[in-house]
């Protein structure tokens, strides 16, 4: 595995509560912040960083998503200190790419949320069932 491994939903907001140093970066589209909602880890001292792993609606990867996370403060730790980076997106499929990305920057450790913030399609044709919104995280609209 090339980035640091998954967490449940749950385990993300334990990390984020437990670790002062740990972040949430949300790598969603600007769409999806807008008409889905975002995490809201603010009840935690934090705010998530909202950085697109690709773009809508072409699909087409952030070639400076790195650069993006570094200008939002989130890079390599040359103190050997551990910084966690918890990655989220729909589903938790795009969200992997990004923590590769980022572990291969030197940002690491890195993780992906399983089930990222809505989950994967259920048998009726919505999502919902599971990621962290539908197991009660705390989330906003934008």
Known sequence: M???GDL???QAWELLRE???AVLVDVRTDAEWKYVGVPD???LGKQAALIEWVSHPTGARNDNFVDQ???AGITADSSGSERPVIFLCRSGQRSIGAAEAATAAGIDPSYNVLD???GALGAD???GLVGWRAIGLPWRQQ
Do not use: I
């Open 2 to 4: 090339s980035y640091a």
């Open 8 to 10: 449940t939903p749950e």
């Open 19 to 21: 670790n002062p140093d």
């Open 41 to 43: 880890v603010s009840s």
């Open 69 to 71: 996370l570094k200008e």
């Open 116 to 118: 990222g913030f809505e």
């Open 125 to 127: 044709g919505h999502r």
